[in-house]
Structure formats: structure tokens, C-alpha cells
């Protein structure tokens, strides 16, 4: 009687062993379902990040949900959309926060749920507020931005406008405070988290946006007609600032960088509307992502930390002593039309 209880006993446990290895082998085998959520749908940097996981989805046989805000900012609607992911069955959530504070306790629930969550480009605040970060690393594009002004301007007097992102974006901050560290101010670091205004006579936000980008910059002439150095978050902002130097026939007396390395920013270096660049990679911030769950999916493995997408200066008229790439580099390598 002992030896039958002791070969059912044994039996039991050989159906549950075999039961939850099937389990695992399915849940291995099903197709991951991964959420990529954006700032926006229109600006062209996330139609690219979108086209570059659609595509690593559609290789690598993984299901994609996508979903944004309705403008830059729009907190509550990329909460909803991850809410929607999450109840939909993502295991990986892909995320461009809009409010890097704002939108930490919804990434907290879905990640006490088992949900893996990556931010791209846009770091939350605290970092710790995702399992991983794969962006540009956007204060070494300002120093880049930065070191290429301070050779260009040799010999002048800067006069320094900045069109800025919005209030306490981090994005914003480190593009910022690069570009002065790149520049030469003094006690910047990557780790500096208010943006810095020194060297700098004016300082207006733009939001990215090229009409609001043209009305900062015409804020700042009437300040001080003097600027002669003009640094933008965005390429955008970029063609905002200068069609307000033009208005006022000052657009060849300017200097404008900028950051991001858009197809238009890139031609608009071609045509003499930027004088230089920081080129990166939004497709690759999303691929990178996808392959991210994929792996999730299949091993439990979470991604983590930091990982550095790349960034390139682009301009037609290098300086001495700053790496850079030319257009027809750019342009091959740009997003958006």
C-alpha cells in the first residue's frame, strides 16, 4: 500500500513537472506583444521610431501595439494607452514619456504587473522610474553642438540666444547645459539638473515647434538685437529662429545650431539655414527596444541601465579639432521628409 501511494505520489508530480514545463514552452513560444507609445504621431522623429519597430516587429514575429499622446505633454493620454497595452496583454512597453515625473506611477503598476518598461529618447525623472534607457546621449550632442560653435565663432563676441524645449524636460536640460559645456562655460556637467543660463542673454521655450520657435526668437531680438549665436533644442525651432532673423535681415549674421539630424534639418544645413547639427537615431532607439521584448519574451531577461544610440555632428563647414560627418552622410542617414 505505501509503495502505491509512494508510484501515485511520484506520478503526480511527474504530471505537474511535465504540465508546467508545457506552460513555460508555451508561454515561450506565444507571440510577444510589445507597446510602443509616443509623444506624438505627427512629428516626424516618432513616425520614424515607429517605422523602425514596426519593422523590427514584423522580423523578429512580435505583435506591436502603438498609441501617443494627442500633443508634446499629453500625460493623461499616453497613461491611457498603457493602461490599454497592459489589459491587452504587452509584456514590453516602449515609452518616449512626455512627462518624465508625471508618468512614473503608471509605469510602477505595470511594472509590479511583470511588464518590462524601456524609455526611449527621453529619460523618466527618477531614471530608476523604467528597467532601461536606450537614447542619444543628449548632452554630449550639445557639447557637440557647443565645441562646433565656440571654433566657428572664433575671433567674435558671442551673443547668445537659446530656444529651449519646455519647462524641466530633461531632454531639454542636457542639450542645454551641453552646449554651454561644449561652448566652454565653466561647472556644467551631465549631472547638472537645472538648465543654465549663463552666457546666455536669452532664453525662450519653443516646445520644438517652428512657429513657436520663430516668435521666441523674435522675443529675443527685442531683448537684444545683437545675438549673434543662436542655439535650438530642435531642428524646427531652428527654421522658426531663422525665418525671424530673416524678417529683420539679420539671417546672415547668425549662427544656429541645433540637435536632432530630421531630413528638412539636414537640407536646411544644404541650403545655410543651420550651420551645424547632432544627427541621431530614433529607428534605432525602437529597434533596439523590440529586440529588447523579444528576448524579454523568451527568457525572462530583462533589459537594463543605459544604452547609448549614437549621435553624430552634421555640417558642411567642419572646425578644426570637432568630429563631424558631412550632408550627403546626413541625409543618408536622417529621418522624416
Known amino acids: 500500500m505505501h509503495n502505491t501511494k509512494l508510484m501515485l505520489t511520484s506520478a503526480a508530480l511527474t504530471l505537474t513537472a511535465a504540465a508546467a514545463l508545457s506552460a513555460a514552452l508555451a508561454q515561450s513560444t506565444a507571440q510577444p506583444i510589445i507597446g510602443l507609445i509616443t509623444k506624438t504621431e505627427t512629428n516626424p522623429f516618432f513616425v520614424k521610431m515607429k517605422e523602425g519597430a514596426e519593422k523590427e516587429a514584423t522580423r523578429l514575429g512580435a505583435k506591436l501595439l502603438t498609441g501617443a499622446g494627442k500633443s508634446d505633454g499629453d500625460n493623461a493620454g499616453q497613461v491611457t494607452a498603457l ?8 509584456k514590453t512597453i516602449l515609452i518616449t514619456p512626455s512627462d518624465s515625473k508625471a508618468i512614473v506611477p503608471a509605469l510602477a503598476k505595470a ?5 518590462m518598461v524601456i524609455a526611449l529618447d527621453t529619460p523618466t525623472d527618477p531614471i530608476s522610474g523604467v528597467d532601461a534607457l536606450f537614447a542619444t546621449d543628449n548632452y554630449k550632442a550639445g557639447v557637440l553642438i557647443g565645441q562646433y560653435a565656440k571654433k566657428a565663432m572664433a575671433g567674435k563676441k558671442a551673443v547668445i540666444a537659446a530656444m529651449d524645449y519646455n519647462p524641466g524636460q530633461p531632454v531639454g536640460i542636457l542639450r ?3 552646449f554651454l559645456a561644449g561652448f566652454g562655460v565653466k561647472g556644467i556637467t551631465a549631472a547638472t539638473k537645472d538648465q543654465v543660463n549663463t552666457s546666455v542673454v536669452c532664453s525662450q521655450n519653443s516646445f520644438g515647434d517652428q512657429a513657436k520657435g520663430q516668435t521666441a526668437m523674435e522675443n ?5 538685437p545683437d545675438i549673434n549665436l543662436v542655439y535650438t533644442i530642435n531642428e524646427p525651432a531652428a527654421a522658426g529662429a531663422y525665418q525671424a532673423l530673416k524678417a529683420v535681415g539679420k539671417e546672415k549674421d547668425v549662427l544656429i545650431v541645433s540637435v536632432d539630424g ?3 534639418g539636414v537640407r536646411n544645413i544644404v541650403d545655410g539655414v543651420i550651420g551645424a547639427t547632432s ?6 532607439m525602437a529597434s533596439m527596444g523590440v529586440a529588447a ?8 531577461k530583462k533589459a537594463v541601465g543605459y544604452t547609448d544610440t549614437g549621435v553624430t555632428l552634421i555640417t558642411d563647414k567642419p572646425a578644426s579639432g570637432v568630429t563631424s560627418k ?9 529621418w522624416g521628409q
Open 83 to 90: 493602461e490599454n497595452m497592459v489589459a491587452a496583454g504587452a
Open 111 to 115: 511594472r509590479a504587473a511583470g511588464v
Open 176 to 178: 542645454h547645459n551641453g
Open 220 to 224: 529675443c531680438l527685442q531683448k537684444n
Open 262 to 264: 530630421g531630413c528638412a
Open 279 to 284: 544627427q541621431q537615431y530614433p529607428l534605432k
Open 293 to 300: 521584448g523579444v528576448n524579454y519574451a523568451k527568457t525572462g
Open 326 to 334: 558631412d550632408t550627403k552622410f546626413g541625409l543618408a542617414s536622417c
